[in-house]
């Protein structure tokens, strides 16, 4: 055990230049997942031990004993396995140094990317079938961190109480879209007459009709960061991707009065689907890519260029149909790339839309929203 008292001040500075974590396992020091409270658990390890008799001791121990660039902050674990578990064999004083120099780099590597420090973090999830979905702080913050960006600890949740319906029965859509306005006005709207929006960070898994009418409550906000959701590996952060992305916009091929929109991203959807629904006398507009997945979308660009698309997608229709036309949007699409599609659409300037989900229990797409009925 360590007979050195640090001065409050060099504490300080070694809590500061490891940014609060561990410096071998990177746990934030200032919460125990295991108790899931708040509570100090930092110790502050020395390297070379501050006595002869210590791990790693040696004749020099009296001469460092106090000094911050032999100490290396760590979580009551990683000091037990530091010390004891694997003693000085694995743990070398060079190593040590290593590990601190390297983990102290990445925070002054970290701190200098921050772009943003009024960045508000939204989350929405709403049931898909018989499942909850959940977003986890965690994971909020493990892509806020790689983005690196500032934003506080909690998440603004647009989330309304959990609904009695299910996304296969008309009374759910009307519920749900009527939750997320009120607490898009409470928890958002306020804050944009009070101009204290600032960059907008979105975590959003629902049914895809009420992400793209989530992504038209944000669409005259123009900060706003989009994150998908990766299954491989499970996370939130933007991955370190730098392949492009190929759209491709396909015309009708024949002219009708009922159009109908695929958002061909996720999934190909075969003109039978649409017509199962609409009749066989549609003029049918598909935008799609070169490997429809619901993994696709891996790094920013891909979703921006796919935003550019859209736009392109809704002046062809206005200029192929007019304006006051009404087009039936039929997603299969990931998470982002709803939300997206909402934003990107201009009601006062774009045709009226009305938006199906796809839904086994249904037998196919089914009608979600008639924004045609609702005007403009």
Same mark, same amino acid.
């Given at each position: 055990?360590?007979?050195t008292?640090?001065?409050?001040?060099?504490?300080?500075?070694?809590?500061?230049?490891?940014?609060?974590?561990?410096?071998?396992?990177?746990?934030?020091?200032?919460?125990?997942?295991?108790s899931?409270?708040?509570?100090? %658990?930092?110790?502050y390890?020395?390297?070379?031990?501050?006595?002869?008799?210590?791990?790693?001791?040696?004749?020099?121990?009296k001469?460092y004993?106090?000094?911050?660039?032999?100490?290396?902050?760590?979580?009551?674990?990683?000091?037990?396995?530091?010390?004891?578990?694997?003693?000085?064999?694995?743990?070398? %004083?060079?190593?040590?140094?290593?590990?601190?120099?390297? #983990?102290?780099?990445?925070?002054?590597?970290?701190?200098?990317?921050?772009?943003?420090?009024?960045?508000? %973090?939204?989350k929405?999830?709403?049931?898909?079938?018989?499942?909850?979905?959940t977003?986890?702080?965690?994971?909020?913050n493990? +892509?806020?961190?790689?983005?690196?960006?500032?934003?506080?600890?909690?998440?603004i949740?647009?989330?309304?109480n959990?609904?009695?319906?299910?996304?296969?029965?008309?009374?759910?859509?009307?519920?749900?879209?009527?939750?997320?306005?009120?607490?898009?006005?409470?928890?958002?709207?306020?804050?944009?007459?009070?101009?204290?929006?600032?960059?907008?960070?979105?975590? +959003?898994? +629902?049914?895809i009709?009420?992400?793209?009418?989530?992504?038209?409550?944000?669409?005259d906000?123009?900060?706003?960061?989009?994150?998908?959701?990766?299954?491989?590996?499970?996370?939130?952060?933007?991955?370190?991707?730098?392949?492009?992305?190929?759209?491709?916009?396909?015309? @009708?091929?024949?002219?009708?009065?009922?159009?109908?929109v695929?958002?061909?991203?996720?999934?190909?959807?075969?003109?039978?689907?649409?017509?199962?629904?609409?009749?066989?006398?549609?003029a049918?507009?598909?935008?799609?890519?070169?490997?429809?997945n619901?993994?696709?979308?891996?790094?920013r660009?891909h979703l921006?260029?796919?935003?550019?698309?859209?736009?392109?997608?809704?002046?062809?229709?206005?200029?192929?149909?007019?304006?006051?036309?009404?087009?039936?949007?039929?997603?299969?699409? @990931?998470?982002?790339?709803?939300?997206?599609?909402?934003?990107?659409y201009?009601?006062?300037?774009? +045709? #009226?839309? %009305?938006?199906?989900?796809?839904?086994?229990?249904?037998?196919?797409?089914?009608?979600?929203?008639?924004l045609?009925?609702?005007?403009?």
């Amino acid at each position: 055990m360590s007979k050195t008292n640090l001065k409050t001040q060099d504490k300080w500075e070694l809590y500061f230049k490891c940014g609060g974590l561990c410096s071998l396992c990177c746990e934030p020091l200032d919460y125990d997942k295991f108790s899931r409270s708040e509570i100090n %658990v930092k110790e502050y390890a020395h390297i070379i031990a501050d006595s002869k008799e210590g791990t790693r001791g040696s004749a020099e121990s009296k001469k460092y004993a106090g000094d911050i660039d032999n100490i290396i902050l760590l979580c009551p674990t990683c000091h037990t396995k530091v010390d004891k578990d694997k003693s000085p064999e694995f743990y070398t %004083v060079e190593k040590l140094h290593s590990i601190k120099n390297n #983990h102290e780099q990445r925070v002054r590597e970290q701190l200098s990317t921050l772009q943003n420090e009024h960045a508000l %973090v939204v989350k929405y999830t709403s049931k898909i079938g018989d499942n909850q979905p959940t977003i986890t702080n965690e994971k909020i913050n493990e +892509a806020v961190r790689t983005a690196g960006l500032i934003a506080p600890r909690y998440p603004i949740d647009l989330n309304p109480n959990n609904t009695a319906f299910y996304d296969n029965i008309r009374q759910f859509w009307s519920s749900e879209w009527a939750q997320l306005q009120e607490k898009f006005r409470q928890e958002i709207s306020v804050l944009k007459e009070q101009s204290r929006s600032g960059k907008i960070l979105l975590f +959003a898994i +629902a049914p895809i009709p009420l992400l793209i009418r989530l992504g038209m409550l944000f669409g005259d906000i123009t900060e706003v960061d989009v994150f998908q959701k990766h299954r491989e590996p499970d996370t939130w952060a933007w991955l370190d991707d730098d392949s492009q992305i190929r759209y491709e916009i396909t015309t @009708p091929t024949t002219k009708s009065s009922t159009v109908a929109v695929k958002l061909s991203l996720s999934d190909n959807i075969t003109d039978d689907r649409i017509q199962n629904v609409l009749g066989n006398d549609i003029a049918i507009w598909n935008i799609t890519h070169q490997n429809p997945n619901n993994d696709y979308i891996k790094n920013r660009e891909h979703l921006a260029t796919l935003r550019g698309k859209y736009r392109e997608l809704f002046r062809l229709i206005r200029e192929y149909h007019g304006q006051d036309t009404v087009v039936h949007v039929f997603p299969a699409c @990931p998470v982002s790339a709803a939300v997206e599609f909402g934003r990107a659409y201009m009601p006062k300037a774009d +045709a #009226h839309l %009305v938006l199906y989900d796809q839904n086994n229990d249904n037998n196919g797409f089914s009608l979600a929203f008639d924004l045609s009925s609702e005007g403009k």
